[in-house]
């Protein structure tokens, strides 16, 4: 059995297709933790590998997902706490491109996914922002799982 | 079973991963931006808990965060199916008390 989940963390536009579920009598459409934590970990890899604009948002969506403090993100660029915050108070303020191509890199690294420095500054300068973002789940897996990454 | 040990147990499937989900819970959790990390955290550090008699769950209740200073918490139960959560939230905890000298 399956369900399409709309909205992932404090990101609205995400929207992941053919999430595997079970049914329980007693409490109804259940959701495994690994399939959820699976989830997560799509959806921000959809963003990057999408070149989705990166704002405040997006910068806390991936700390939340990666499980890291804000002075814990800051140590990975050689800045403060303050800094992080500072991207993340500007929920819909996109990060100057420097920095965005920074926090790629890093998130990047932290997710096991290629980054091209040249590739990227490209893609960056198209970037547009989009209304919805659809992920099919057990495609995405399936891709995981071709490139030998363990998926739940 | 006693309820302590099913507290532990809860405790244990948590912090392993290996835990369900009602989609209420899902829903809360998206609701209110509360990653999984943050679950596995609040059980990590959980330091208080109670069984709720009324609604029949374990209630849990920690730090979301690496610096101690958010609290979160959970309520699950325990059955064929395995630890299930039934609802998370947020939690504002209370400055201690300075006491004195």
Redesign the interface.
């Known amino acids: 059995m399956t369900?399409n989940?709309k909205?992932?963390?404090?990101l609205n536009y995400i929207e992941i297709k053919n999430v595997p579920?079970?049914k329980?009598d007693?409490?109804?459409?259940?959701?495994?933790?690994?399939v959820?934590?699976e989830m997560?970990k799509i959806a921000a890899r959809a963003i990057l590998q999408r070149h989705l604009p990166i704002r405040g948002k997006e910068v806390h969506f991936f700390r939340?997902?990666?499980?890291l403090?804000q002075?814990?993100l800051g140590a990975e660029f050689k800045k403060s706490a303050i800094m992080v915050l500072k991207w993340e108070k500007k929920k819909d303020v996109r990060l100057s491109l420097p920095n965005e191509l920074a926090v790629r890199a890093v998130f990047s690294r932290l997710l096991g996914l290629r980054f091209d420095l040249a590739e990227e500054f490209r893609a960056l300068l198209d970037a547009k922002l989009v209304k919805s973002l659809v992920v099919d789940y057990a495609e995405e897996c399936a891709q995981l799982e071709m490139a030998g990454v363990a998926v739940a | 079973m006693n309820r302590q040990l099913e507290a532990t147990k809860i405790l244990d499937a948590v912090i392993a991963g290996n835990f369900l989900m009602r989609t209420h819970a899902d829903q809360r959790r998206l609701q209110r931006s509360i990653s999984m990390e943050e679950i596995a955290r609040v059980a990590r550090t959980s330091f208080e808990w109670r069984w709720q008699e009324s609604k029949q769950t374990h209630l849990f209740i920690g730090y979301r965060d690496a610096e101690m200073t958010k609290g979160g918490g959970f309520s699950a139960v325990m059955d064929e199916s395995g630890a299930v959560i039934v609802t998370i939230f947020k939690r504002r905890l209370r400055k201690k008390k300075e006491t004195g000298k």
């Open positions: 369900k989940f909205g992932i963390l404090n579920v079970a329980s007693k409490h109804g459409i259940l959701v495994h933790a690994s959820q934590s997560e939340k997902v990666l499980g403090s002075s814990q």
